[in-house]
């Protein structure tokens, strides 16, 4: 018997992406989804999921300006009361659950929460809060009882935390309002809210966020009948036991969230195009592939940001000499927006190709002559490069992505962060030496192929394993 599922996803693309994937495997089981979206981000949805027989897609308005949170809810509500059928469940992200839940309340409908990011950020946030006071000294080490000992929290950690207590500006601009990652404030409510944590404001209301505190998203929860998240037991299962074991509701594991041609496609490298919706590039799947195809095995450095964060002008000109130093062929994404290297790809002839735009970031990290990934590790492209075997030279911007990367580093052990003191600029010295240093450990790279091999294999049977439980438990 066929039922519905109610889907409000945040509208970034790093949350837009798994809520696609997600989509997917709830229609392949045969179950109905409304999905509720501003009316803006069609074109960044993919055609397959817009003509879905058992999708329906609410749109509300948003003309510029696009709506707060307060006008949010009585179109949420409006398109609730005119729904045909009653879902069984609202699976709402993390950053939606706020201005979503009194809605979801009021017509009886449960609420699950969707992180789209990883579990390890959501329980380093929460064992940091629950380990205060941490005033540790220089070279001193704090263990988070429940974590996992190689995730223990260093003076070098705090110091980072201090120094960007707040997300940086965005970066070159994304898909939607302006690159917004964030929702316009209420007039007179003061800054946005998403509702998410991981280095963002607190609700309006709720003063500015504070070094020590709870973790924002602890009072969402509190809303919720169950927990789902964009990673998999076998992945991180010590930081999901230790969310759970907090918060005392169902948590599944259900991801990592990515496209079925990427777990169909071992061996052989991915086109994009077939997978996302094309957007604005300086060069062609194809001209990436060529290139590519003319670099030795495991030779090509790939070097990306995604789309919404990046470093310093500063630090961007120090990434820049340090590529011509270093002497070895490379990729470089260059964010939309961007005047960094003119946009113009082969800025160093045949041995760098500059992307200015849209990369196809699938296709590179699957292609045999790509050896490393300079990343900011944001959850996307911290999966795929682990399910791809790529390791990492670890450059976080902002919020999870610290975790991410020390999740990376230190736990799964497959990468170096590129400065052991991120609290400071990064330097042409630190990029060089981080380089050399990953893209000669051919150790490094065998872990790294190793755990991919699990990934493809016994990780993505624990997720569907999951959301086959997830889905048994809300039918009840």
């Known amino acids: 018997m066929s039922f519905e599922i109610c889907i409000v996803p945040f509208w970034g693309q790093g949350h837009l ?44 308005p948003s003309p510029p300006p696009p709506p707060s949170q307060d006008d949010l809810a009585p179109e949420l509500e409006r398109i609730l009361a005119n729904n045909p059928t009653r879902p069984v469940c609202a699976i709402v992200d993390i950053m939606m659950t706020s201005c979503s839940a009194p809605v979801f309340t009021k017509f009886q409908i449960p609420m699950v929460a969707f992180f789209t990011s990883a579990a390890c950020s959501a329980a380093m946030e929460l064992a940091t809060w629950k380990a205060q006071p941490l005033n540790l000294e220089p ?33 070159g601009g994304s898909l939607h309002y302006g690159g917004g990652t964030r929702f316009p404030p209420p007039p007179g409510k003061g ?26 998203w602890l009072d969402d929860v509190g809303e919720i009948s169950a927990l789902i998240i964009n990673t998999c037991d076998d992945l991180e299962r010590p930081f999901i036991e230790y969310i759970t074991n907090h918060i005392q509701k169902p948590i599944w594991g259900v991801g990592p969230l990515l ?51 990046g470093p310093t002008s500063e630090e961007n000109e120090e990434l820049g000499e340090a590529l011509e130093l270093f002497e070895e062929p490379f990729i470089r994404v260059i964010q939309a927006g961007s005047s960094i290297g003119g946009g113009e790809e082969g800025y160093f002839g045949n041995r760098g190709m500059i992307i200015s735009g849209w ?39 902002r919020g999870d992505q610290y975790h991410n990367a020390k999740l990376v580093v230190s736990h799964l052990k497959v990468g170096y962060m590129v400065s052991d003191d991120m609290s400071e600029k990064i330097t042409k010295q630190h990029i060089v030496m981080g380089i050399k240093k990953l893209m000669s450990d051919k150790e490094m790279k065998t872990s790294a192929e190793i755990l991919s091999a699990k990934f493809q294999h ?17 039918k009840q």
């Open 359 to 397: 990369a196809p970031q699938l296709l590179i990290l699957s292609h045999p002559s790509t050896g490393g990934f300079l990343s900011h590790c944001g959850w996307n492209s911290t999966v795929e490069g682990v399910g791809r075997g790529v390791p990492f030279l670890a450059w976080p911007i």
């Open 259 to 309: 496209p079925e041609q990427y777990w169909n496609s071992i061996g052989s490298p991915l086109i994009d195009r077939d997978i996302r919706s094309n957007r604005r590039s300086s060069v062609t799947e194809e001209e990436v592939t060529q290139w590519l195809d003319s670099k030795p095995r495991g030779s090509v450095l790939y070097v990306s940001f995604g789309t919404e964060v």
């Open 458 to 474: 016994r990780f993505l049977r624990s997720s569907v394993e999951a959301l086959d439980d997830f889905i048994h438990h809300i």
């Open 139 to 171: 070279g001193e080490t704090r263990f988070l009882p429940g974590l996992p000992e190689n995730m223990a929290i260093t003076h070098l950690d705090l110091k980072q935390r201090r120094q960007h207590p707040h997300p940086p500006p965005v970066v």
């Open 17 to 60: 992406f798994p809520c696609v994937e997600l989509c997917n495997r709830l229609t392949s089981r045969n179950i109905n989804i409304t999905l509720i979206i501003p009316s803006t981000i069609d074109t960044s949805l993919p055609s397959s999921l817009l003509q879905h027989h058992l999708i329906r897609i609410a749109h509300f």
């Open 191 to 216: 800054p946005p809210h998403h509702g998410g944590g991981f280095g963002f404001p607190p609700p309006p209301g709720k003063g500015p966020p504070k070094l020590g505190g709870p973790p924002p």
